[in-house]
């Protein structure tokens, strides 16, 4: 198991490096650049005449800078000004150029400087991740922790009432978008037109450090209460149902047949026989299910709720063309992503032993 996981280990670099590869000749051709951003501002007192401003060319990636210059100068800015904010940005350097320096630190961990924020980006990524953690992990563990017992009862009385409705209420909640079923639940719970009785936004109160410690775990989760709940619905049905056929399938074959005959209780017989073999094929839904929550699922929660997460992050990144921090967060997501699929094959072999990843290579 360890030269598989050393293995793994290496083969994060390429991956890591063909990712940012990717994304780096994407912001090639996209349209409105930092520079053309400051420049809209400037001219214009906004940003929503970057795209014509940059002439469908973004400064910040391009080739020809002469020609953006010219462009840009035409409206009644010094060409001379316009060099110097490329140079600022560091866009005054040739794209591979650019690209190898920018592997090199990151490879260090060093992101740069945000070029709105002036704030180097390991900063704010520190600063923003324990609300995307939150969200992402007391989701998961919400969610596993009501659709596991949920399914394993499913499959129990598979066909009867109970497997029927608990069915309709969880594929409801599967096809209700989160963002949607989160504006209800604030006009519902958070001061719209019903009750008042959780926060609108933020993770904890204004007055959070003056609380006692079990005041602030009060205040934490009152907090948390609304978001988590909207950012889970959705995510019962899949588990549930996964978790229901894998039992089923497991309770009837022939070891388990040979268990009760044996007289084994019913319960012996679940979680001392079927739950471990069942349990496989949940277990490798893990990663994809947490890189879900905590990142692309979260985003639209964030925003709702107006709290400062890595999902909130990247997207003001986007729309502002901050091209350190946008790099960056991609850069930590790839990571962590790979890092929990390589946890989810190693969860593998401590349920299962029998499991060999370095045999079956």
């Known amino acids: 198991m360890a030269f598989y996981i050393g293995k793994r280990l290496l083969l994060l670099i390429p991956t ?19 520079v053309e951003q400051i420049i809209a501002q400037v001219t214009t007192g906004t940003t929503s005449t970057t795209s014509s401003i940059s002439g469908g060319g973004d400064s910040g990636v ?98 009867t009432r109970f497997d029927v409705w608990t069915s309709t209420i969880i594929f409801v909640g599967y096809a209700i978008p989160g963002f949607l079923f989160a504006v209800v639940l604030i006009v519902v719970f958070a001061g719209g037109n019903y009750l008042d009785l959780f926060p609108l936004r933020g993770l904890v109160s204004q007055n959070w450090y003056s609380l ?51 007289g084994l209780t019913e319960r012996r017989v679940l979680y001392g026989h079927v739950f471990r073999n069942a349990m496989l094929i949940v277990i490798a839904g893990f990663p994809a299910a947490f ?6 699922g979260a985003l639209l ?17 986007v729309i502002k063309r901050d091209y350190p921090i946008l790099f960056g967060t991609v850069y930590m997501f790839t990571l962590v992503g790979l890092v929990t699929h390589l946890i989810g094959d190693i969860t593998y072999v401590l349920v299962d032993p029998r499991i060999d990843f370095e045999g079956r290579d």
């Open 16 to 34: 890591l490096l063909g990712i940012i590869a990717i994304n780096f000749i994407v912001v090639q051709f996209a349209p409105g650049g930092p």
């Open 62 to 159: 391009q080739g020809d800078v002469t020609s953006a210059t010219s462009e840009l100068g035409s409206y009644g800015l010094d060409p001379a000004l316009i060099q110097d904010l490329q140079k600022q940005f560091g866009f005054d350097k040739p794209a591979h150029e650019r690209f190898f320096e920018m592997i090199v630190n990151y490879l260090q961990f060093d992101f740069g400087t945000s070029f709105f924020q002036d704030r180097p980006v390991v900063e704010l990524i520190l600063e923003r991740m324990p609300v995307s953690v939150s969200l992402g992990l007391w989701s998961l563990i919400l969610i596993y922790g009501i659709s596991i017992p949920l399914g394993v009862a499913k499959a129990v009385r598979d066909g």
């Open 212 to 262: 006692s410690w079990p005041d602030r775990i009060i205040d934490y989760f009152w907090h948390l209460a609304l978001p988590i709940t909207a950012l889970s619905i959705g995510g019962f049905a899949t588990l549930t149902m996964l978790t229901k056929n894998s039992f089923l399938e497991e309770i009837n074959k022939q070891f388990v047949i040979t268990a009760r005959a044996k």
């Open 291 to 296: 890189i879900g929550l905590f990142f692309t």
């Open 301 to 317: 929660i964030e925003v709702i709720f107006s709290l400062d997460g890595m999902g909130l992050l990247s997207y003001e990144a």
